[in-house]
């Protein structure tokens, strides 16, 4: 199993502040690396799956950057609010992994009003 | 569409006991996944299937069984259920592999005691 690390375990923000997460991921036998933002008491929901090395891709005032060489994706909030408190997953899908995602453990975001 | 749904919501199982988890899609979805959700560990696969008739392992699949009879069904069977299994079971189905996101389930949470 090749691991997936993301950083910070857990981050806590006032309403109207930006932030961004980390990714880190085998650079080796890249497919794909997958986002999702998961709600307490909810399930996983995609944000975004990216294939190319380069790529950027924003939802609202959620984007994200992938650098396949390196090995690293880097999620962004721009003026954090509230309802953006969740744990952001991210999961690589690697040709080492027949298939399957392994996914982090998450960045538990907190935003306080 | 209902998307993923899974029942029961809550079990409680006493050591010993068998239990069948029930997964169903209405996407018409080929791959499905059984991932298990415990404190600080993130989610593990336990089983996959790529479509029906054909299922694989994951990361922990012992202690479990799965089935594939139909496109829209994937049941997880707890056979001689234990502690260790305590834990929050999803399911999640995607159209495909690598490029595409996850649909996930509400969850089940079973304790087994």
Redesign the interface.
């Known amino acids: 199993?090749l691991n997936v690390e993301q950083s910070p375990q857990s981050l806590h923000v006032q309403e109207g502040d930006s932030t961004n997460f980390t990714c880190s991921f085998p650079s080796s036998n890249f497919?794909?690396l997958?986002w999702y933002r998961w709600e307490t008491a909810?399930?996983?929901?995609?944000l975004f799956?990216m294939?190319l090395n380069g790529d950027e891709k924003k939802k609202g005032r959620i984007s994200a950057t992938l650098n396949t060489k390196e090995g690293y994706s880097y999620l962004y909030i721009k003026g954090s609010q509230p309802e953006d408190s969740a744990t952001y997953?991210c999961?690589d899908?690697n040709a080492g992994n027949n298939?399957?995602?392994i996914?982090?453990?998450?960045t538990s975001l907190a935003v306080n009003p | 569409n209902a998307g993923v749904t899974q029942t029961p919501k809550f079990r409680i199982l006493k050591i010993g006991q068998s239990m069948t988890l029930q997964c169903t899609q209405d996407m018409n979805h080929n791959y499905m996944y059984w991932y298990r959700q415990d404190p600080g560990m993130g989610l593990k696969l336990i089983y996959y299937s790529v479509g029906a008739g054909i299922t694989d392992k994951g990361e922990v699949p012992n202690g479990y069984n799965v089935s594939r009879s139909t496109t829209e069904d994937f049941p997880l069977r707890l056979e001689l259920a234990a502690p260790s299994q305590t834990s929050v079971y999803f399911c999640a189905s995607s159209p495909g592999g690598r490029s595409y996101e996850q649909y996930f389930g509400p969850g089940t949470r079973l304790t087994v005691t």
């Open positions: 199993i497919y794909a997958h909810k399930s996983p929901e995609a799956v294939t997953l999961a899908y298939r399957k995602l996914w982090g453990l998450g």
